[in-house]
Structure formats: C-alpha cells, structure tokens
Nanobody, 126 residues
C-alpha cells in the first residue's frame, strides 16, 4: 500500500523559512515522481514542483521559483520542500503526491498523481 506522510508544518513568521518532509512507503521510491502541492482556504490546489530519481528530473513552478527547493534522500525514501522568504499568502495545507510518470513529463499535473498524503498545515503569521 502506497503511503505518503507529510511533516514539518506549523506556524512561521513572515520572512522565515521552513522545510517540509514527505516520507514515502509501500512502493519502489526510485520509480516514482514525487510532487508537492498546496491548497489555501477557498482556493484551488496549486502545484509547487516535483522530483524524479529515475531520470534526475526536477521542476519548480514559476509562482515559487527562487523561494522553493525540492530535494530527495532516496536512501530514506524522503522528499523535502524547502521554502524561504515566507509570506502570509503561503499559508495553506501542503501535500506531497506520487506518480508513476516522470516529473519531466507531468510536472505538477494532478491528473497523473495517484497517491496523496493527508497534508500538513503551514501558517505564516506574525
């Protein structure tokens, strides 16, 4: 059974940074792309980026480029989302998701992500 668990959320002050973790289990980690998404209250889910170990591809959405870094530790089956210069509008529930396709081809198209974590809340506020 594919399982994805996000962690690392919480309350962060504007201008601060955070690192979210996505722990994956139940599948061959190297064969999947892992994407990061977020959803703010009343808004559609937004794709932030993805990473694939199989072909070394990675993608970061223009909306967060320069503030977001996605990395992975394949030995631990973990993917990380680092975000800096946080703003109140970054407040959202952050999700990771897994896809059998390469990040290079699907980027953050949710149609291709079959398995999702339950999310972790990030609140940016002073």
């Amino acid at each position: 059974e594919v399982q994805l668990v996000e962690s690392g959320g919480g309350l962060v002050q504007p201008g601060g940074s955070l690192r979210l973790s996505c722990t994956a289990s139940g599948f061959t980690f190297d064969d999947y792309a892992i994407g990061w998404f977020r959803q703010a209250p009343g808004k559609e889910r937004e794709g932030l980026g993805c990473i694939s170990h199989s072909d070394g591809s990675a993608f970061t959405a223009d909306s967060v480029k320069g503030r977001v870094t996605i990395s992975s530790d394949n030995a631990k089956n973990m993917v990380y989302l680092q975000m800096k210069s946080l703003k109140p509008e970054d407040t959202a529930v952050y999700y990771c998701a897994a896809s059998r396709y390469s990040c290079l081809h699907i980027t953050t198209n949710t149609v291709y992500y079959d398995d999702w974590g339950k999310g972790t809340q990030v609140t940016v506020s002073s």
